[in-house]
């Protein structure tokens, strides 16, 4: 088992075996499996939380400056190991080597580094009364749970644990069970990085191990990163025991090509926005619309693009495209380019691969009422739509239940900005897509999430304002 780890799970500071059912870890350019691990039982969920809970006082009381001093340097860790690690996020989740080195845990070393030069400067508001007055405090809310997608493991347990620690909250984090490796990774750098035993833990396993997790009475927020199903399901679990929420859920995004547009530009956008981690990636524009007269000479170039993709061996540094997860998942993206076909939409360039690979796939002649124009296929599909007005490709755009995220293509900056201030979506981009700097919050509105992850604004994710008022006089009672 060349990814075995010392144990499946990381309580009170140390490595410690699951208890629950067989958790295989495969490679999925192979199939093979690379380790074998054994989910938490419900009591080993418990005693984490627990654990937690005991820890997180000590944690919160320590001057922000210490607690961020930590996090600062499990960054640097990750910095230090980063070829290592990403080797360890190829395995676990077959994306090619050439994004992991880059993308993953680099993005994690940000946000630990980020949120822990923020921790000391986060400050409470002092509020004048006349002669009394009044402060606020952000405290921290205590155990919070984190739970992961299996696209970005390592990245979204960092994005999770780094403003909740940083916050002085501890944390108990499961991990996808298609990619239970890198959490442990993290508990690791993070106990050498000086975190005290007890603050971060990882229990794995599978749904059932989740809903544990989230209804555990010592769990005060539940941060998930996930599929709309399951947020809804993980929401109405959460407000039982009125626990706070982030919810990251998924998108069908659109990005809007203006023919005024630099055709390079937004062909390559459109590539990012589709194809970087074989398509499975929460904030894909996927729903491409592009103003008919340019519609033909943006397909003509990005077909040319997209034949010269190099797909194989994710550990070869040459290659651009990895595997599907799991042959579950290449099989509902295969059904759903399936039905694209099916309905009439022409297929551009790709189809449907063979074994665990699925070539950049691209349809065109669309509309907006086909399965590949509403669905989330999480997969390398990309959906040509044609529009003639700004104003009707805005009004298509927002026709979703998702608002994840959106891009706009344009040489006209008042233009893009006038789109963008009316796209229903909680991140967007202009002349770019998919960039996700840690300075610049993160996250949907509709059905693809609440709350922010990222920059200032996920402080207010992970604590709450206690309000203290001053009496300064005497108390004047009536009797
Ligand atoms: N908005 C964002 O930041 C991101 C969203 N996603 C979304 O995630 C989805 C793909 O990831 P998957 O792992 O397939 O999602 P999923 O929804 O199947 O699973 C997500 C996590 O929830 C856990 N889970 C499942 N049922 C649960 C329950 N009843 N209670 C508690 N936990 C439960 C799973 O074990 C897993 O750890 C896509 O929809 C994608 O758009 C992925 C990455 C980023």
Redesign the pocket.
């Known amino acids: 088992m060349i990814a075995q780890p010392t144990a499946s799970l990381w309580i009170g500071g140390k490595p410690v075996e699951g208890q629950g059912a067989e958790l295989p870890v495969l490679y999925p350019f192979t199939g093979e499996p690379v380790a074998m691990l054994a989910e938490a039982s419900a009591a080993q969920v418990a005693e984490a939380c627990a654990t937690a809970a005991k820890a997180q006082g000590e944690w919160a009381a320590l001057p922000p400056v210490e607690r961020g001093r930590v996090l600062i340097r499990a960054a640097q860790i990750i910095r230090e190991r980063n070829d290592d690690l990403a080797r360890i996020e190829t395995l676990d989740t077959g994306k090619p080597i050439q994004e992991t080195l880059v993308a993953d845990w680099p993005s994690g070393a940000d946000a630990l580094e980020f949120f822990g030069g923020l921790a000391a400067s986060v400050t409470g508001q002092h509020i004048p009364l006349g002669a009394d007055w009044a402060y606020t405090m952000r405290v921290p809310l205590g155990v919070c749970a984190g739970?992961?997608?299996?696209?970005?493991p390592s990245q979204?347990a960092c994005w999770k644990s780094a403003p909740a620690l940083a916050m002085g909250n501890a944390m108990v984090f499961?991990?996808?069970?298609?990619t239970p490796l890198g959490a442990l990774k993290l508990a690791e750098i993070l106990a050498e990085a000086g975190l005290p035993d007890d603050v971060f833990n990882v229990v794995q396993?599978?749904?059932d191990?989740?809903?544990a997790?989230?209804g555990d009475p010592n769990v005060a927020k539940v941060s998930?990163?996930?599929?709309?199903?399951?947020?809804r399901?993980?929401y109405a679990?959460a407000a039982e025991g009125m626990r706070h929420v982030t919810m990251?859920?998924?998108?069908k995004s659109p990005l809007i090509v203006f023919d005024d547009a630099s055709l390079e530009d937004a062909v390559g956008a459109a590539i990012l926005a589709n194809f970087y981690s074989s398509g499975?990636?929460?904030?894909n524009g996927t729903r491409v619309f592009v103003q008919r007269g340019l519609v033909e000479a943006f397909l003509a170039r990005l077909t040319e693009r997209v034949e010269g993709v190099r797909m194989g061996d994710p550990m070869d540094p040459e290659t651009q495209l990895g595997p599907i997860i799991n042959p579950a998942q290449a099989a509902k993206i295969r059904a759903a380019i399936h039905a694209g076909t099916e309905s009439g939409a022409r297929l551009v360039c790709g189809g449907e691969g063979e074994g665990a690979f699925i070539p950049p796939t691209v349809f065109a002649d669309a509309t907006d009422d086909m399965t590949i124009s509403r669905d989330?296929i999480?997969g390398p599909v990309m959906t040509v739509l044609s529009f003639d007005d700004e104003d009707e490709a805005i009004r298509r755009a927002n026709d979703t239940g998702f608002g994840?995220a959106a891009g706009v293509f344009t040489r006209d900056l008042a233009r893009a900005h006038r789109v963008v201030g009316r796209l229903e979506a909680g991140t967007c981009w202009i002349n770019a897509y998919n960039l996700t700097p840690v300075q610049m919050p993160?996250?949907?509105v509709k059905m693809?999430?609440i709350g922010r992850?990222n920059a200032a604004a996920a402080i207010e994710h992970y604590s709450q304002l206690k309000s203290v008022y001053v009496g300064m006089g005497v108390v004047d009672a009536p009797y």
């Open positions: 739970i992961g997608a299996w696209n970005y979204i499961k991990p996808s069970e298609e396993g599978r749904a191990v989740g809903g997790l989230v998930l990163t996930g599929s709309v199903p399951t947020g399901k993980v679990a990251e859920l998924g998108g499975q990636i929460c904030s989330e999480f994840l993160f996250g949907g693809s999430g992850e």
